[in-house]
């Protein structure tokens, strides 16, 4: 049963509630609903967007993803934790990465509980970072309908706020190692493998639920060395797509979000703005169509 989505990104921050309110102003958007996890030890708030959620997560209580949440916060402070893929069948994931070599567990049952008395139910299949090239990642068959996480309202123009993600940012050692887990592994399309010499750097796209993967082994230099090849790989950023980059820059701006101007993108066709602060600890892109490429097409 192959994973078919990016479910959801996991954001770990320490004040849940400011990290929320600055996502509201950042997404341009409601959030979609808050809750805890009783079982875990933890509280939550989702921004479901129209291909994936982001979850922002802090400890509250006791448990061991809680402690593992504490760690992380002491050691790194706020920024991406995890990455969750979606799959329909948990039993069969778990199966099949066990055929591959990792060492999956068993479909693991969990629930989510919304301060209204609701409860959401999933089953998850966890593997030992050690297996996934030193990163916090799991899959998750959703039992509850994906009704219970509705989409998080915009509070503007539509074309103003983040509609989708773009894609996240890997930081890896190993780039062979990266496409034995990812690609070889756990099945997800390697769309691009390019020696990027411009930017010092080998770059993989892996293309899973209209997401990318980016997977990048920077070669290092004088100034910034590369990463040891027994060093564990790290989530470093993400990307949000915009229907109209130059509206959302605007908008951010006059919030007192510190954004960079907007600037053609690597990719052709494309527009970009960076954002520099009150994204949770995560460095952070708005990218989107330019529509002057579109009108000389």
């Given at each position: 049963?192959?994973?078919?989505?990016?479910?959801?990104?996991?954001?770990?921050?320490?004040?849940?509630?400011?990290?929320?309110?600055?996502?509201?102003?950042?997404?341009?958007?409601?959030?979609?609903?808050?809750?805890?996890?009783?079982?875990?030890?933890?509280?939550?708030?989702?921004?479901?967007?129209?291909?994936?959620?982001?979850?922002?997560?802090?400890?509250?209580?006791?448990?061991?993803?809680?402690?593992?949440?504490r760690t992380h916060l002491?050691?790194?402070?706020?920024?991406?934790?995890?990455?969750?893929?979606?799959?329909?069948?948990?039993?069969?994931?778990?199966?099949?990465?066990?055929?591959?070599?990792?060492?999956?567990?068993?479909?693991?049952?969990?629930?989510?509980?919304?301060?209204?008395?609701?409860?959401?139910?999933?089953?998850?299949?966890?593997?030992?970072?050690?297996?996934?090239?030193?990163?916090?990642?799991?899959?998750?068959?959703?039992?509850?309908?994906?009704?219970?996480?509705?989409?998080?309202?915009?509070?503007?123009?539509?074309?103003?706020?983040?509609?989708?993600?773009?894609?996240?940012?890997?930081?890896?050692?190993?780039?062979?190692?990266?496409?034995?887990?990812?690609?070889?592994?756990?099945?997800?399309?390697?769309?691009?493998?390019?020696?990027?010499?411009?930017?010092?750097?080998?770059?993989?796209?892996?293309?899973?639920?209209?997401?990318?993967?980016?997977?990048?082994?920077?070669?290092?230099?004088?100034?910034?060395?590369a990463m040891p090849l027994?060093?564990?790989?790290?989530?470093?950023?993400?990307?949000?797509?915009?229907?109209?980059?130059?509206?959302a820059q605007a908008r951010?701006?006059?919030?007192?979000?510190?954004?960079?101007?907007?600037?053609?993108?690597?990719?052709?066709?494309?527009?970009?703005?960076?954002?520099?602060?009150?994204?949770?600890?995560?460095?952070?892109?708005?990218?989107?169509?330019?529509?002057?490429?579109?009108?000389?097409?």
């Open positions: 049963m192959p994973l078919n989505r990016v479910d959801h990104v996991l954001v770990a921050v320490n004040d849940l509630d400011a990290v929320t309110r600055d996502y509201e102003v950042l997404t341009g958007r409601a959030v979609s609903l808050r809750g805890s996890h009783p079982d875990y030890g933890t509280a939550n708030a989702i921004f479901q967007l129209e291909n994936t959620y982001i979850e922002l997560i802090s400890p509250v209580g006791e448990g061991p993803f809680a402690q593992q949440l002491d050691e790194k402070g706020d920024g991406l934790f995890g990455i969750t893929f979606g799959t329909d069948n948990a039993q069969v994931t778990s199966e099949e990465w066990q055929q591959q070599g990792l060492r999956a567990t068993a479909p693991q049952p969990g629930e989510g509980h919304g301060p209204d008395g609701s409860v959401r139910q999933w089953r998850n299949v966890y593997v030992p970072s050690e297996d996934v090239l030193g990163l916090f990642l799991f899959a998750i068959e959703h039992v509850s309908d994906a009704s219970t996480r509705p989409i998080a309202a915009p509070q503007g123009p539509e074309d103003a706020t983040f509609h989708a993600v773009d894609h996240v940012v890997v930081n890896t050692p190993d780039g062979d190692k990266a496409i034995s887990v990812f690609g070889d592994k756990m099945g997800i399309r390697l769309a691009l493998d390019r020696d990027a010499k411009q930017w010092g750097a080998r770059m993989m796209f892996f293309r899973i639920g209209g997401i990318t993967l980016e997977v990048i082994q920077r070669y290092g230099d004088e100034k910034t060395p027994d060093a564990p790989s790290v989530y470093w950023g993400m990307a949000f797509r915009a229907h109209d980059v130059a509206a951010l701006a006059s919030a007192g979000v510190n954004i960079s101007d907007v600037r053609k993108g690597r990719k052709p066709g494309t527009l970009v703005a960076t954002v520099r602060d009150k994204s949770g600890g995560v460095p952070m892109l708005i990218v989107g169509p330019d529509p002057q490429a579109d009108e000389t097409a």
